[in-house]
């Protein structure tokens, strides 16, 4: 049976896959429940379930944004290379679910249609590429972060290092 696209089988069973993961846990939390409200776009709109579809893509959308917003601010703050990059696929991304949602109000079918192509952009090319670069430099600079602290015990000078964990 041909999967509807890599993330879903064909029943709307979530196939989260360990491809999709970045290693990084805030990033990797956002993108799971990201991935378990557009199933529920996907399940509602499999059902013809119409005004519940439109109130879960406000919810994805409004995520969305948080999730976009959470990343950018993440790449503005480690000075990321590619952030002026990152950061239009992200309005990129935006402004085609806002297209979606507004065509699934004209034309139902048509909207979801496109949104589906939209998932599976988001999944399939920005998380694969976009967001893998962005968690790999994240790890790399992460040992980099760290804090020293000295005290004097038994009339000796101890220093230690506190490495920072986000
Ligand atoms: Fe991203
Ligand atoms: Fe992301």
Redesign the pocket.
């Known amino acids: 049976m041909k999967e509807r696209n890599s993330l879903y089988k064909d029943e709307g069973e979530i196939m989260w896959k360990s491809k999709y993961l970045t290693g990084i846990k805030f ?1 990797d939390d ?2 799971k429940h990201l991935n378990e409200l557009s199933a529920d776009v996907r399940q509602l709109a499999s059902e013809g379930r119409k005004d519940e579809v439109l109130n879960r893509l406000d919810n994805f959308f409004y995520y969305l944004m948080f ?1 976009f917003e959470y ?1 950018n601010k993440l790449m503005q703050s480690r000075e990321y290379p590619m952030y002026y990059d990152h950061y239009m696929a992200h309005s990129s991304i935006l402004s085609e679910v806002l297209d979606g949602m507004e065509t699934v109000i004209s034309h139902y079918e048509h909207g979801i249609e496109k949104l589906t192509k939209t998932f599976d952009k988001l999944y399939e090319n ?2 694969k590429a976009f ?1 893998q670069d962005l968690s790999k430099f994240e790890r790399q600079s992460l040992p980099q972060k760290f804090e020293d602290y000295y005290h004097v015990a038994n009339g000796q000078l101890i220093f230690f290092r506190k490495w920072i964990h986000y």
């Open positions: 990033i956002q993108h999730h990343e920005h998380l967001d």
